[in-house]
């Protein structure tokens, strides 16, 4: 199942990063599903081929977007995702993390792996100065994560996103190049 003909963008010890690709749908929304209970209510991320090949589509050809996968590097496999959104380039340099584990990856360290990788590559080859997250507050895996990697939280917006019907508070967490180096 695990698809390896694509090469990692950058590798720690037990992970690397890529690229999502169309071919990555199958075993995706095969963990998508394996997941729901650990994603809901925080994520819904695609468990069908057609909303699988929408989402890779819109990562794949929205300049505004980059999705990486964390893939074991024992095996190949999909350990979970994480994206940036809302890309804007010039003065800004600015993008909004996004990112889930899959159910037999979580609380195995490789989640934490895989953002400090994709944390790297975003303020190297992608040239992005400030990463954002924005999350839920009582998504205490999704904080522990985001502050774990260096994160400091700055803001508390209330109805800030539509998430399983209804606005929801989002704690901002942030961080900048400068607080990397």
């Known amino acids: 199942m695990p698809h390896t003909a694509s090469r990692h963008l950058a590798e720690g010890p037990r992970v690397g990063i890529r ?29 069908t081929a057609e909303a ?29 995702f994480i994206n940036i959104n809302n890309i804007v380039h010039g003065a800004f340099r600015s993008g ?44 205490t895996a999704s904080i522990a994560l985001a502050r774990a990697c260096g994160f400091r939280l700055e803001g508390f917006s209330p109805d800030m996103l539509f998430v399983d019907g209804a606005w929801r508070d989002h704690e901002r967490w942030a961080l900048t190049a400068e607080m990397r180096a």
């Open 19 to 47: 690229p999502f690709t169309h071919e990555d749908g199958a075993e995706f929304t095969a963990r998508a599903r394996e997941s729901r209970d650990l994603h809901h209510p925080w994520l819904f991320p695609p468990g």
């Open 52 to 80: 699988y090949t929408a989402y890779a589509r819109g990562l794949i050809e929205d300049p505004a977007k980059a999705g990486f996968l964390v893939c074991e590097k024992d095996g190949g496999g999909i350990a979970g």
């Open 96 to 139: 909004a993390l996004g990112y889930g584990a899959f159910a037999h990856a979580a609380g195995r360290g490789l989640m934490r792996e895989g953002l400090d990788l994709v944390i790297g590559y975003a303020f190297g080859p992608m040239r992005l100065h400030r990463l954002e997250i924005n999350v839920q507050p009582r998504n």
